[in-house]
């Protein structure tokens, strides 16, 4: 076993904007109707800053999934990805699918199995999966009551026994459920996060069976591996975290580095305050340990069950940990994160793909799969 303790300024190259460039680089052309805002210098408290507490929300019925309801958190009507919290009831099998764009897999309550494919075998609370695009899903069944976080790059064909398509899951339908019931949508670009917020859901909520104890998605007392059982998920309280031995209240596990679109998932323990820093592309995140004291969040943080969306070019100057218990939180990051001293002042850093790629190497940490090997099974068309 490698514990590496990884200072991330030896791993990230520096960027010095021109003077001439040193004003415009911060602005936006139109930002709310007024040009030459600087990128969200203020927020207004309790705004509509990005933040959805997925237990305060129902659970939704999906027709193409008897069995299976959703909590639904973001839709991009620019791509089409969706994120939902998804439940599957005990004894549940999903009808055969196929995913016309990548997914990825948090599991924080029961035990699913996958009983055919790749990705075949059982996983539970804590792990982390991910699936490319053009996948065919077979046999995937709950073992208990399983509740998991699913991000769909694309819409789910469902298929008939004949393999032909009998209907889809698409981000417009998670749109329309969600506006039927009154579910204001995450707000995906700075622009719309810097408006009015919507009315807040007033429906009944469903409670979550993870919320019972989250702890255990995220504090489980694992040994540390170097190698994986299946290259498509792993166990995350399996890996190593990667520490700045200068800076240990910031810990990094690292599960899947794309170098096709420079995604990096991860999870976070974040004990200390993050420096200043612009995120370059957007990012997500779920909490499942502690409370976050946010840009313009309530003074007790965001706890377990919350989701963000971070828009690209959205910005935080002291985001930190609230209370005494150890901040955790899933992330995906979808483009580099510019760091520096404070709003004006010269980048210090970028952290890319690459540098968490040298993060992972020297931690020995095993990164999963993004594609299926040699896999032509899935195509739901002759090959041109």
């Known amino acids: 076993m490698v514990r590496a303790r990884v200072r991330l300024q030896n791993l990230v190259s520096s960027i010095v904007p021109s003077e001439c460039a040193a004003e415009n680089w911060q602005t936006l052309a139109k930002h709310d109707g007024v040009k030459g805002a600087t990128y969200n210098p203020e927020w207004e408290p309790l705004g509509f800053e990005g933040a959805v507490d997925s237990k305060t929300l129902p659970f939704i019925d999906i027709p193409q999934m008897p069995g299976t309801s959703m909590k639904p958190l973001r839709v991009s009507r620019e791509t089409g990805a969706f994120t939902v919290l998804m439940k ?4 549940t099998t999903q009808p055969p699918h ?3 764009g990548m997914s990825d897999t948090f599991i924080i309550s029961g035990k699913l ?11 539970g609370p804590g792990v982390w999966g991910y699936t490319p695009a053009g996948a065919k899903m077979e046999g995937n069944t709950a073992v208990e009551d399983t509740e998991y976080v699913a991000t769909f790059h694309g819409p789910i064909a469902f298929l008939k026994a004949d393999g032909s398509v009998s209907g889809l899951l698409t981000g417009a339908d998670v749109m329309n459920a969600s506006h039927k019931r009154g579910i204001p949508l995450i707000p995906l670009s700075l622009e719309d996060a810097m408006k009015e917020a919507p009315p807040k859901y007033s429906g009944t909520a469903d409670a979550l069976k993870a919320s019972e104890a989250w702890r255990s998605v995220s504090h489980g007392d694992k040994p540390i591996i170097t190698e994986l059982t299946n290259p498509h998920y792993v166990d995350t309280n399996a890996i190593p975290w990667i520490v700045d031995p200068e800076a240990p209240e910031i810990g990094l596990k690292i599960m899947r580095i794309s170098s096709e679109t420079g995604t990096v998932s991860l999870m976070v323990r974040q004990n200390g305050q993050a420096a200043p820093h612009y995120h370059l592309g957007p990012s997500d995140f779920f ?13 007790e943080g965001y706890g377990p069950g919350v989701y963000f969306w971070e828009p690209a070019g959205a910005r935080h100057e002291s ?13 995906n990051v979808y483009g580099p994160i510019q760091f520096d001293s404070g709003v004006g002042t010269p980048p210090l850093l970028v952290q890319s793909w690459m540098q968490y790629l040298e993060a992972a190497k020297a931690a020995n940490t095993p990164l999963l799969a993004s594609t299926f090997p040699g896999d032509a099974t899935t195509l739901l068309a002759p090959a041109m």
């Open 88 to 91: 599957m009831k005990a004894g």
């Open 98 to 100: 196929v995913l016309l």
């Open 113 to 123: 199995t996958y009983s055919k494919g790749p990705m075949k075998g059982e996983i």
């Open 287 to 299: 909490i499942t340990s502690g409370r976050i004291g946010y840009r313009a969040g309530p003074p």
């Open 319 to 331: 985001t930190q940990r609230v209370g005494d218990e150890d901040l955790i939180y899933t992330a």
